[in-house]
């Protein structure tokens, strides 16, 4: 009996990797509308640059994830990871100061490179120098979703789920006349709209990103300030994101737009133009932490969602977490795990 995996983000495109590793047979349905990850730089870093300090679980994330996309490219014979330098453009002497010092740490000394590079780039606005960081750089979920769709052929739907079409039954749930073992729902924030997994604390945070062109900027390299900015192709560079925790629309706001641009003229020496502007809701949570996990009552139905914005590093690790969780039985790490939070009656 197949499992049915509901949205193909980042998150479904782990889980529905991890059953197709382990001959786990299976069908996805998406609707592709108001997806974060297609429109996201994927950004793939285990730092938090704003702090210099480790993200969580940072480089067991990492360690995971890297032969993970690649495993995936080789599958979809497609180049889906980008290993790249990430500049940090520093501030001030004091930023400098900080850079060597998070630099002598240990759990750093793998992705921080001690030097500052001083040398003035004209394309840049760089006084202070930058920081490089290694083993870090971009996945491109726009291609590794669309050519894991065409790989799945007819397993793939693309359409919206009806959530009043589920029967269930002691063993198995019916959804349009097919029988499936279980559900997964990868939904990001439309997970609010998910009447069995919406008592979760996904509280949502928009995002919003401009893809510019920019001839005369380096595609080799991913520039870090206030935003990032992260070379696609042709001379097009995704840079972004804002935060905005109180608006959860997916309009495009002229404010966000006017923060954008202030940066890029702040940083940039080089003519560019805007070729797009684009908003979507992050799946973020209260704490900080992935949902993860079984439903409370319903043993067949499961959750992969809340992984903000760091989904790139996080996907592929929380994915094998919840494969083993779901087929054998294993536990999940409870700062991952659903249980954390009961439903309201």
């Not at 921080?112 to 491109?140: E, S």
């Not at 080799?220 to 206030?226: C, F, H, M, S």
Request: net charge positive; proline share 3%; hydrophobic share 40%.
């Amino acid at each position: 009996m197949k499992t049915l995996v509901v949205g193909f983000g980042i998150a479904g495109v782990s889980i529905a990797y991890q059953l197709k590793k382990n001959k786990i047979p299976f069908h996805v349905i998406d609707s592709s509308n108001n997806s974060s990850s297609l429109v996201a730089g994927g950004v793939f870093n285990p730092t938090v640059l704003k702090r210099y300090t480790m993200s969580w679980e940072g480089k067991d994330f990492s360690d995971y994830a890297i032969p993970f996309y690649r495993e995936i490219s080789s599958l979809l014979n497609s180049k889906i990871f980008n290993q790249i330098a990430i500049n940090r453009i520093l501030s001030s002497v004091s930023d400098q100061n900080r850079w060597h010092e998070a630099s002598d740490k240990n759990e750093l000394d793998s992705y921080f490179i001690k030097d500052i590079v001083l040398k003035t780039d004209k394309k840049l606005n760089t006084p202070f120098g930058f920081g490089q960081l290694k083993n870090v750089g971009q996945i491109n979920f726009k291609l590794i979703i669309n050519k894991f769709k065409k790989y799945l052929n007819d397993s793939f739907k693309n359409e919206m789920f009806d959530y009043s079409e589920l029967i269930f039954f002691k063993d198995s749930i019916k959804y349009r006349d097919v029988y499936y073992r279980n559900i997964i729902f990868c939904e990001g924030y439309n997970m609010k709209t998910n009447p069995y997994f919406n008592y979760l604390p996904l509280t949502g945070n928009k995002g919003e990103m401009l893809i510019i062109r920019a001839s005369k900027l380096s595609n080799k390299i991913i520039i870090k300030g206030k935003f990032f900015i992260v070379p696609l192709k042709h001379d097009l560079f995704w840079v972004g994101a804002t935060f905005n925790n109180i608006d959860k629309t997916t309009n495009k706001t002229k404010s966000a737009r006017n923060e954008l641009l202030l940066e890029l003229r702040s940083k940039l020496n080089v003519q560019y133009e805007v070729v797009s502007h684009d908003a979507q809701i992050r799946p973020t949570v209260k704490d900080r932490r992935p949902l993860i996990g079984q439903h409370p009552e319903i043993n067949n139905l499961y959750v992969f969602n809340g992984l903000g914005t760091r989904g790139s590093l996080m996907a592929p690790r929380l994915s094998n977490f919840l494969f083993n969780y779901i087929f054998f039985k294993k536990a999940l790490p409870t700062s991952i795990d659903i249980r954390r939070f009961t439903i309201e009656k």
